[in-house]
Each structure stands twice: as structure tokens, then as C-alpha cells.
């Protein structure tokens, strides 16, 4: 029996860890990996000199 509830314990921390980030990221908003790595492609413009 306590072995169920062990298990039930886990499954409920974890639950509540999920619940966590999604309510998080509803607040924040989500990570944007797309626009970093557009940024870091993206050649740097160099000034002409005369």
C-alpha cells in the first residue's frame, strides 16, 4: 500500500511541475529559438569607408 502511494505521490509532484511551466509560459510567454537562431545566421553589415 505504500508503495501506491509513493507512486501516486510522483505522479501528482509531476502533475503539478507541468502544471507549473504551462502556467508560466501562459504569464511569459514561450522561449523563441526560431529568432535567435535567424539572428545568429545573419551576416553582420560592415560600414563602407571611402
Not at 14 to 37: H, K, M, N
Request: proline letters at 8%; one cysteine or more.
Amino acid at each position: 500500500m505504500a508503495d501506491l502511494v509513493l507512486v501516486a505521490l510522483i505522479i501528482a509532484f509531476t502533475a503539478l511541475c507541468v502544471a507549473y511551466i504551462w502556467w508560466c509560459d501562459r504569464i511569459i510567454g514561450p522561449d523563441e529559438p526560431a529568432s535567435a537562431a535567424i539572428m545568429a545566421t545573419e551576416p553582420e553589415i560592415e560600414p563602407v569607408t571611402a
